[in-house]
């Protein structure tokens, strides 16, 4: 999920705070009001004629905050710059200063700094530590918008660690969750994808799974589907069939209703797509076009650590392909 940032400059120049923006995943944006309260079926929030309105938390792909907690702001500051050990030390602090409240002037911020922490143990692929946080969120934030996203994370680490056991296992929490809360097709289809992501099938099998969760999410559900459409891109990408994978790539790209992880994984996919038949057919157009898929990974979606050095390595080769001078 990509969390935008405001500069602290920013109020010096205007003053009163910036409004929040809400950020939809069909492509629209809730703009100019002030967020209360996040849960797991909604967000509230008021409008700048301070009339209250809601919105699903299904529906919502990123909310960029006009003003958070100093050190909450300052941690996401520091995590922009890669500064992950300076990043958790300031959430780490301002958790214990909440750990026995929620925090009056931005009730969310507790839940929110909790995923943020859990996006630095991701990057640093600190499982113990991102497990000792989920555990703390499902007693001190339950009823979050947050803690499926920290769930999920949590089983993404797992895997990308390589222990795709675990990783399928820990589900376990998140269907509790759904289960409970009656959550909806939203994180009901997040779930399924997460058991044929982590589960035993692979190839043509795994594929007809992610093709009918594709199917299923459709329109209504653009981030889920895409998750699923990139899977299917990988599968085929491993079977060394460039066409079928690029296409897919190539379209979710184009329609990018999508977290940060599918983002960079799109773009790492395409550009493996485009290095392959530029390096195979000595096409510089191609590998000109497969070194920018691969910088928008290292440049956009640089906390994607499990995209990230395979980006960097081959938009590397691309550039000594191409002949450097022109690239």
Same mark, same amino acid.
């Given at each position: ?145 947050? #803690?499926?996203?920290? !769930?999920?994370? @949590?089983? /993404?680490?797992?895997? *990308?660690?390589?222990?795709?056991? &675990?990783? $399928? ?100 996919? #395409?550009?493996?797509? !485009?290095?392959? @038949?530029? /390096?195979?057919?000595? *096409?510089?157009?191609?590998?000109? &076009?497969? $070194? ?36």
């Amino acid at each position: 999920m990509r969390i935008l940032l405001t500069p602290l400059a920013a109020f010096a120049v205007c003053g009163p705070a910036l409004a929040d923006d809400i950020y939809l995943t069909d492509g629209k944006t809730i703009s100019s009001v002030s967020v209360k309260a996040e849960t797991l079926k909604e967000v509230e929030y008021r409008d700048d004629k301070n009339k209250a309105g809601s919105v699903s938390s299904s529906k919502v792909l990123s909310i960029a905050y006009s003003e958070k907690p100093q050190a909450v702001d300052q941690a996401d500051a520091s995590i922009a710059q890669d500064q992950f050990v300076e990043a958790e030390a300031r959430l780490f602090t301002f958790l214990e200063e909440v750990s026995d409240r929620v925090p009056s002037k931005h009730p969310w911020s507790r839940a929110y700094a909790m995923y943020r922490l859990a996006t630095v143990y991701g990057v640093m692929g600190d499982v113990e530590r991102l497990g000792t946080l989920t555990g703390e969120m499902l007693s001190l934030e339950p009823d979050s918008r947050y #803690l499926p996203l920290v !769930l999920s994370k @949590r089983a /993404e680490v797992l895997f *990308d660690s390589g222990e795709k056991g &675990k990783a $399928l296992s820990s589900l376990s929490d998140l269907e509790k969750l759904i289960e409970k809360n009656s959550l909806g097709e939203q994180w009901q289809l997040e779930l399924d994808l997460g058991k044929v992501i982590y589960g035993s099938s692979t190839g043509a099998a795994q594929r007809k799974g992610l093709e009918a969760l594709s199917a299923r999410a459709g329109v209504g559900y653009p981030v889920a589907r895409n998750r699923a459409e990139v899977m299917i891109g990988a599968s085929w990408l491993t079977e060394a069939k460039l066409h079928e994978a690029e296409k897919i790539f190539a379209a979710v790209v184009a329609d990018p209703k999508a977290d940060d992880r599918t983002l960079a994984a799109a773009y790492s996919g #395409l550009g493996q797509c !485009l290095f392959r @038949r530029g /390096e195979r057919d000595g *096409d510089a157009d191609l590998l000109q &076009k497969g $070194l920018m898929a691969y910088m928008r990974v290292v440049v956009l979606y640089k906390n994607e650590v499990a995209y990230l050095p395979e980006s960097l390595f081959f938009a590397g080769r691309c550039y000594q392909l191409i002949g450097g001078d022109t690239a």
